[in-house]
């Protein structure tokens, strides 16, 4: 017979922290174990919070991937580390990931000195073990131990999968009991269209460089269900400047309709649809100081 509560569901939320390009992202779409969140080889890829979830036996998770936390400069970069703190005041598990190949860097001294006041428990996550060797993990796992209570220490490989079971297995025994809050088949919250936005931004950031990716941003503007299963979709690229806009665009169009291709192959296979893809590049001096920018990426607009 059934004891009681035996068969009672957990659910929580997770948030993932750190600085950029530990792999926070890659970590959620390991997770999840589908593509919610971008990926790309450049740092502050992630702007906003994206949400994954996951069911674990029991336990519903639900990921939150954050934007990655350094000393920011712009008020977008104010806008990113402040949304991925603001993460932890409503987690019920913290996960700091560091990048285990680079150790211990100025921004993970900095965010571990801030650790001390978030309130949930706290997770280390050691990534990218794949490209380090057995005994410098082992250090680093006493040297961050050392610097903050920590309730457990994984070991990972966000890429190739490796350790990600384990973790997964730990965050499912230690969400609080509860109903759980999204179907059981979601693995997202965000719109599909917010979704298609980001992964132009992916293949913008993928082929564009120096600041470029940094000063641009991608809005769906149309999202038309065609007849046939098809659906036609229009997005925005906004830049700072004029010149900018010509590199976007590249020689005869040639940037542009490579960024076009890509991002159109995978929108198509994240929504199951045959997609057309529209995209207008536009200067739009300022944007990164437009409110409406900010509400449209799901970021608080800091005052300065
Ligand atoms: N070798 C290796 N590379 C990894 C691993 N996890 C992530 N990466 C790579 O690290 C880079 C950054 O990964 P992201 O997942 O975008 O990192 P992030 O922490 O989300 O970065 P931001 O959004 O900029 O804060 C990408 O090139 C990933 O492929 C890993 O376990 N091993
Ligand atoms: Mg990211």
Redesign the pocket.
Known sequence: MAEPGEHATRCGFVA?I?????????????LVGAKV???????????TLIRGIAIEGQAQLIFV??????APRRRLDRAMVGT?WGSTQDADLVAL?I?S?KGVMDDDEAILRALGGVRPAKVLVL?????VAKPALLALTQKLNERAGFAATFM?????G?GTADLKSWFAAHVPAGPWLYPEDQISDAPARQLAAEITREKLYLRLHQELPYQSTVETEVWKELKGGAVRIEQSIYVERESQRKIVLGKGGQAIKAIGAAARADIAAAIEQPVQLFLHVKVREGWADDPERYREMGLEFPKE
């Open positions: 993932l750190g600085a950029p390009n530990v792999g926070k992202s890659t970590l959620i779409n390991a969140s971008i990926v790309t080889p450049k740092v502050q890829t992630t702007r991937d954050t934007p990655g936390i350094f991925a990931l990048d190949r990534n990218k073990v794949d490209l990972v490989s966000a890429l190739s490796d």
